[in-house]
């Protein structure tokens, strides 16, 4: 659903409510239950891979999207996975020399690019496969549409009902469009792991016995 449909919707709900609801305070509400949601589960459109290029002679970082939130993985061209050091043990590795880089360090450039170091410095051209997490921003425009399946895009609804019954204290009302919000966010991302497990080769890597079963579990706030 686009963003002025949702936002026709909780018009429509919130008839009761005294007053008029601007574009403005909506898209608040909106965004506010979009953000929750981004913050509360590892959902599978956070996720981007992006292929980079390292030549020699090696500079020894490659400059990467500036949405880059947290490195999943890095593997070099033989598939190989690259593993994560501090900033000390990077500063005692990274003028060695190799055929494949074996270690990274992510260093965040807000607002510009992130810069993912290497090391050892290549010796040969290479190219690495760099899965990330990012973030996403529910677009401004009357016709931008949630990043996740259209099924679930009156959660957003909830929430913004539920903020408005706040704002006008009628708690009671507020709260079941609260509890409505929580039980949509829980049957979405229940819904997520289904198609995680039936698709692994499009929403991840096939997990072990090791790891949770529940890919897209709730993130402890």
Do not use: C
């Not at 990274?94 to 050892?120: C, E, R, W």
């Amino acid at each position: 659903m686009e963003r002025s449909e949702l936002q026709t919707m909780v018009r429509d709900l919130s008839l009761l409510i005294a007053g008029d609801i601007d574009d403005t305070m909506l898209d608040r509400f909106l965004n506010e239950g979009h953000n929750r949601i981004e913050t509360t589960g590892n959902w599978p459109w956070l996720t981007s891979t992006t292929l980079q290029a390292v030549t020699v002679p090696a500079v020894g970082y490659v400059a990467l999207p500036a949405a880059v939130k947290a490195i999943v993985t890095v593997l070099d061209a033989d598939g190989n996975q690259l593993h994560s050091v501090s900033e000390q043990a990077y500063e005692q590795i990274k003028d060695l020399t190799a055929n494949q880089a074996s270690a990274y360090l992510l260093q965040p450039q807000p607002g510009t690019v992130s810069m993912l170091f290497i090391a050892p410095l290549v010796s040969v051209d290479t190219l690495l496969t760099v899965k990330y997490k990012t973030t996403t921003t529910f677009g401004p425009d009357d016709t931008d549409e949630p990043p996740y399946d259209e099924r679930f895009h009156t959660v957003l609804v909830d929430w913004a009902l539920h903020r408005l019954w706040e704002r006008e204290d009628e708690m009671e009302r507020s709260d079941q469009y609260r509890m409505r919000y929580a039980d949509q966010v829980a049957a979405m991302r229940s819904w997520y792991n289904d198609v995680a497990q039936d698709r692994p080769l499009v929403f991840g890597e096939v997990q072990s016995p090791a790891q949770t079963n529940t890919p897209f579990a709730e993130v402890a706030e």
